[in-house]
Every structure is written in structure tokens, then in C-alpha cells.
């Protein structure tokens, strides 16, 4: 008999060593992926955002390399509270938003936002503020475009939210989001009065221009619709920062 001892594979100190070997080099593989694919991640999102707001810019060509129509957009930091713009601003600042003023459902914002402008010839085309709020399952994400009077919207997109398919995505069809284009966030007062109403526009009756279509059967994401629209425009949101472009109009 020999003294050696015999190597036992299925020993429950070699299962485990075996185990936890595997489980170490795993997380190493999936912690150094997460870490080198961090940068392209970071790059990938950039690009979907410019891609989105070419989009409701109405910029995007297919086809069209991200990079240079985005060259056409200015990026600039806006001061909520003033309408102004800050260029060293702190961008983790956050405001909450009182109770009777989140129309959103978003309990808090940032105090300083970046918009995006388009411009030609040094004049400003479309002012694209980011925008976002509570629908009825989910917090929905966009960006809304409005003309330089600060009052006609150009375009609202929406690229992210968990509303139902079928009924509470309709925003995202192409006959919705092209029936917002020319309706007026203003009245006579700095108060928004854009809402999407039950039914659809009767275009031509009264007070149709600050109307969108509502969303059979999703009256409820509708109504968030209504509510982060207004938010954001409003004297609590972009409402300043509007308001100096339509005293400058
Ligand atoms: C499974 C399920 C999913 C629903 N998803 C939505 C939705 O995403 N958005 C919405 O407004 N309503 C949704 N609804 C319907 C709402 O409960 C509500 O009935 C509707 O918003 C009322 O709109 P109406 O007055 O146009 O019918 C859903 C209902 C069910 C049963």
C-alpha cells in the first residue's frame, strides 16, 4: 500500500475550492467587462440622446451621422428659477417642487438644466427643453421643441417610459406626435394651458391651439401628459426661461 494519499475529486474541500475558484474568476470577468465596456456604454447613450433630440428637431436624416447634425445644436445650461443662462453652473443642485406645483409627480428637479438650441446664422430656430414626469405605470422621459416666440411647440418626443403598448404608447405614433406640432403652450397668462383633451381636436374650435388628441383608452397617461407639459413650462419649470423669448419676440 502506497503512503500516499489519494487524490479524491468529489471531496467536499475540492468542491468548494473548485466553487469558489470559479465564482472569483467569474466576477472578475463580469466586473472587468462592466468596467472596459463602461466607456462604449457612456458613448452608446450620448448617441441616443442627440439621436433623440435630432428627432424632435425634426433633424434626423436617415442614415445621417449623429456627430455632425448634432454640430448644428448648441448645448446651454438654463437657471430654472431666473430663465437664465449659467455656463459654471452645478449641475447636481437639486429644488424640491411643492405639492400643489408638481404637476409632473417628480417630488424634486435640478435647479440648473441643460436645453439644446438649434440655430442658423447665429439665430435661434428651436429651443428643445428636456421634459419629464409621471404617466399612469411609469416615469416618462422626452424632449419637447418650441419655436423661438417661446409659445409653439415644434415637436414632443418621448424616448422613455413604461406606459402599456397599444394603449398607453400612443404618444409615440407618428399621427400623434404630428399633431403637436403648431399648438400653443400660452394663453394670454404665463400659466401653461396646453392639455391633451378626451377625444380628438376639433381643429377650428375654440381654444383647439392648446390642445393635443388624447389617447383612446389611455386617458390616465394623457392626463401625464398634460401634467409634465405643464410642469416643465410653467412658472416652476421653463416658464422664465420661455417667457424672455416670447418678451423678446
Ligand atoms: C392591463 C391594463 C393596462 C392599462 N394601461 C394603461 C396605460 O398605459 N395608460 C392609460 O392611460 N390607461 C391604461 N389602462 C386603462 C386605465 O386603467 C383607464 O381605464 C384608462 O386610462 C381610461 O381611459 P379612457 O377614459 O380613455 O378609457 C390600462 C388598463 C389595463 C387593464
Given at each position: 500500500?502506497?503512503?500516499?494519499?489519494?487524490?479524491?475529486?468529489?471531496?467536499?474541500s475540492n468542491?468548494?475550492?473548485?466553487?469558489?475558484?470559479?465564482?472569483?474568476?467569474?466576477?472578475?470577468i463580469?466586473?472587468?467587462?462592466?468596467?472596459?465596456?463602461?466607456?462604449?456604454?457612456?458613448?452608446?447613450?450620448?448617441?441616443?440622446?442627440q439621436?433623440?433630440?435630432?428627432?424632435?428637431?425634426?433633424?434626423?436624416?436617415?442614415?445621417?451621422?449623429?456627430?455632425?447634425?448634432?454640430?448644428?445644436?448648441?448645448?446651454?445650461?438654463?437657471?430654472?428659477?431666473?430663465?437664465?443662462?449659467k455656463?459654471?453652473?452645478?449641475m447636481?443642485?437639486?429644488?424640491?417642487?411643492?405639492?400643489?406645483?408638481?404637476?409632473?409627480?417628480?417630488?424634486?428637479r435640478?435647479?440648473n438644466?441643460?436645453?439644446?438650441?438649434?440655430?442658423?446664422?447665429?439665430?435661434?430656430?428651436?429651443?428643445?427643453?428636456?421634459?419629464?414626469?409621471k404617466?399612469l405605470?411609469?416615469t416618462?422621459?422626452?424632449?419637447l421643441?418650441?419655436?423661438?416666440?417661446?409659445?409653439?411647440?415644434?415637436?414632443?418626443?418621448?424616448y422613455?417610459?413604461?406606459?402599456?403598448?397599444?394603449?398607453g404608447?400612443?404618444?409615440?405614433?407618428?399621427?400623434?406626435?404630428?399633431?403637436?406640432?403648431?399648438?400653443?403652450?400660452?394663453?394670454d397668462?404665463?400659466?401653461?394651458?396646453?392639455?391633451?383633451?378626451?377625444?380628438?381636436?376639433?381643429?377650428?374650435?375654440?381654444?383647439?391651439?392648446?390642445?393635443?388628441?388624447?389617447?383612446?383608452g389611455?386617458?390616465?397617461t394623457?392626463?401625464?401628459?398634460?401634467?409634465?407639459?405643464?410642469?416643465?413650462?410653467g412658472?416652476?419649470g421653463?416658464?422664465?426661461?420661455?417667457?424672455?423669448?416670447?418678451?423678446?419676440?
Open positions: 500500500m502506497s503512503d500516499k494519499k489519494e487524490f479524491d475529486r468529489d471531496s467536499i468542491t468548494l475550492i473548485i466553487a469558489i475558484g470559479l465564482s472569483l474568476v467569474c466576477s472578475i463580469v466586473s472587468s467587462a462592466a468596467i472596459v465596456l463602461k466607456p462604449v456604454q457612456a458613448k452608446n447613450e450620448e448617441a441616443f440622446r439621436r433623440i433630440i435630432l428627432d424632435v428637431a425634426g433633424l434626423m436624416e436617415p442614415g445621417g451621422d449623429i456627430d455632425t447634425l448634432f454640430a448644428s445644436i448648441e448645448t446651454r445650461t438654463v437657471e430654472l428659477a431666473s430663465g437664465t443662462y455656463d459654471d453652473a452645478d447636481e443642485a437639486t429644488v424640491a417642487i411643492p405639492d400643489q406645483l408638481d404637476l409632473a409627480g417628480i417630488s424634486q435640478a435647479e438644466v441643460d436645453v439644446y438650441l438649434v440655430t442658423n446664422n447665429g439665430r435661434v430656430e428651436q429651443i428643445i427643453l428636456p421634459v419629464y414626469g404617466g405605470w411609469s416618462m422621459l422626452g424632449y421643441a418650441v419655436a423661438p416666440d417661446g409659445n409653439t411647440i415644434k415637436g414632443l418626443r418621448f422613455a417610459h413604461g406606459e402599456t403598448p397599444g394603449l404608447d400612443q404618444m409615440d405614433k407618428e399621427s400623434w406626435r404630428a399633431q403637436v406640432a403648431g399648438k400653443k403652450i400660452y394663453g397668462g404665463d400659466e401653461p394651458v396646453i392639455r391633451v383633451i378626451k377625444g380628438l381636436v376639433q381643429e377650428g374650435s375654440a381654444g383647439s391651439e392648446h390642445m393635443f388628441d388624447g389617447m383612446a389611455a386617458t390616465l394623457g392626463n401625464g401628459i398634460t401634467g409634465l407639459v405643464q410642469y416643465w413650462t412658472p416652476h421653463f416658464g422664465p426661461y420661455l417667457k424672455n423669448f416670447r418678451e423678446a419676440g
